[in-house]
């Protein structure tokens, strides 16, 4: 295996962490097992960040999925069923939009994704101005993905025909779209820029 499988594949292994408890929620929770649903993802958040938090190192997709599927879970418990209705009704919407709003929103700080790019690359390039626009463009497209996904998610809330379409076949493309995009579009710049500045 070369070194640019290594890590591509180092790359996307570490988003894959970050966004499985909220990919076991979303496949999880449906109207009568959301509750489930957001107990598994807690769990899940937990057990999968654990070894990065005992390190002192905090992402901000991982806590804001620890905060979310725990506030959820506390929900559950201590709440009425009837003064859960939204929550049956939007979980999977809901889900989706916070993972939209915290990648959307790290672009005017620190891109998220730029917090797993730093550890499959050298420390001397954190800073260089192609390793920062790569991590706002993953940024940026897996803002959108997740966008989409909550408004594809709304539609099939608000159609009577075509909902496998909205709640799983398209955003299971988008998704298999954003993660092979993510494998490729770092080391295709990188490439660029080195054959610039190889270039007289």
């Known amino acids: 295996m070369s070194e640019t499988e290594t890590?591509?594949?180092?790359?996307?292994?570490?988003?894959?962490?970050?966004?499985?408890?909220?990919?076991?929620?979303?496949?999880?929770?449906?109207?009568?097992?959301?509750?489930?649903?957001?107990?598994?993802?807690?769990?899940?958040?937990?057990?999968?960040?654990?070894?990065?938090m005992r390190r002192?190192?905090?992402?901000?997709?991982?806590?804001?999925?620890?905060?979310?599927?725990?506030?959820?879970?506390?929900?559950?418990?201590?709440?009425?069923?009837?003064?859960?209705?939204?929550?049956?009704?939007?979980?999977?919407?809901?889900?989706?939009?916070?993972?939209?709003?915290?990648?959307l929103g790290s672009l005017a700080f620190v891109p998220f994704t730029e917090q797993y790019a730093r550890e499959s690359t050298p420390r001397e390039v954190w800073g260089t101005p192609v390793f920062r626009h790569v991590?706002?463009?993953?940024?940026?497209?897996?803002?959108a993905v997740f966008a989409a996904t909550a408004l594809l998610g709304l539609l099939a809330l608000h159609t009577s025909s075509g909902r496998d379409w909205f709640n799983w076949i398209i955003p299971v493309v988008l998704l298999v779209l954003a993660v092979r995009f993510t494998e490729k579009y770092?080391?295709?710049?990188?490439?660029?820029?080195?054959h610039a500045h190889a270039s007289p």
């Open 7 to 52: 890590r591509s594949g180092r790359r996307t292994g570490n988003l894959f962490f970050a966004f499985a408890p909220w990919i076991i929620f979303i496949v999880v929770a449906s109207p009568s097992t959301w509750e489930y649903a957001a107990l598994a993802g807690l769990v899940a958040a937990v057990v999968l960040n654990l070894p990065d």
């Open 56 to 103: 002192g190192s905090f992402k901000i997709l991982e806590v804001t999925g620890i905060v979310f599927f725990a506030l959820l879970s506390v929900l559950a418990l201590f709440l009425d069923r009837q003064d859960l209705d939204w929550v049956e009704r939007y979980a999977q919407v809901l889900s989706s939009a916070v993972i939209a709003v915290v990648a």
């Open 135 to 143: 991590n706002r463009v993953l940024t940026l497209l897996w803002g």
């Open 186 to 194: 770092p080391d295709r710049v990188r490439e660029r820029s080195r």
